[in-house]
Structure formats: structure tokens, C-alpha cells
């Protein structure tokens, strides 16, 4: 059974930091591009970044180039999202897919940056 769980988000100040995790198990995650979307209240789906098979350099939406970065560890089969410099408007449920579907989407995790 394929399962991906988010973990990490929490609530911080603008301008401020979080690290997301995303824990993968039931495929080879190492065969697989991985990208996060994220979903606030009412919104549609909005997708964030993926990023290749090996790792590297990813790719982003405009909204969050020059602050996002995501990475992987295909030892651990874990997804990362080191978000800098955050906004309000970041906040979201954020969800980590296979590849870019976001119907293979687990568990997701609340980011709220608040004033």
C-alpha cells in the first residue's frame, strides 16, 4: 500500500521558517519524481515544487521560487520542503504526491503564517 505522510508544519510569524518532511513506504521511491502541492481553505489544489528521481535541482511554482527548496533522501525514502521567508498567503495544507498527481496525496500537514 502506497502511503505518504506529511509532517512538520505548525504556525510562525511572516518572514519566518519551517522544514517539512514527507515519509514515503510501500514503493520504490527511488523510481519515482516526488512534488508537493498545497490546498487552502476554499482554493483549488495549488502545485509547489517536484524534483527528480536522484535528487538535484528542483523545480518551482512562481509563487515560491527564491524561498522554497525541496530535496530528497532516497536512503530514508523521505521528501523534504525547507520554506524561508514565508507569507501569509502561504498558508495551506501541504501534501506530498508521486510524481505530479495530486490523487496519490497521503496525510497532509497545516502551515498557518500569521501576523
Known amino acids: 500500500e502506497v502511503q505518504l505522510q506529511a509532517s512538520g508544519g505548525g504556525e510562525v510569524q511572516p518572514g519566518g521558517s519551517l522544514r517539512l518532511s514527507c515519509a514515503a513506504s510501500?514503493?520504490?521511491?527511488?523510481?519515482?519524481?516526488m512534488s508537493w502541492f498545497r490546498q487552502a481553505p476554499g482554493e483549488k489544489p495549488e502545485w509547489v515544487s517536484s524534483?527528480?528521481?536522484?535528487?538535484?535541482?528542483?523545480i518551482y511554482a512562481d509563487s515560491v521560487k527564491g524561498r522554497f527548496t525541496t530535496s530528497r533522501d532516497n536512503a530514508k525514502n523521505t521528501l523534504y520542503l525547507q520554506m524561508d521567508s514565508l507569507k501569509p498567503d502561504d498558508t495551506a495544507v501541504y501534501y506530498c504526491?508521486?510524481?505530479?498527481?495530486?490523487?496519490?496525496r497521503g496525510q497532509g500537514t497545516l502551515v498557518t503564517v500569521f501576523s
Open positions: 510501500g514503493f520504490a521511491f527511488s523510481d519515482y519524481t
Open positions: 504526491t508521486r510524481q505530479s498527481d495530486f490523487g496519490s
Open positions: 524534483i527528480g528521481r536522484a535528487g538535484g535541482a528542483g
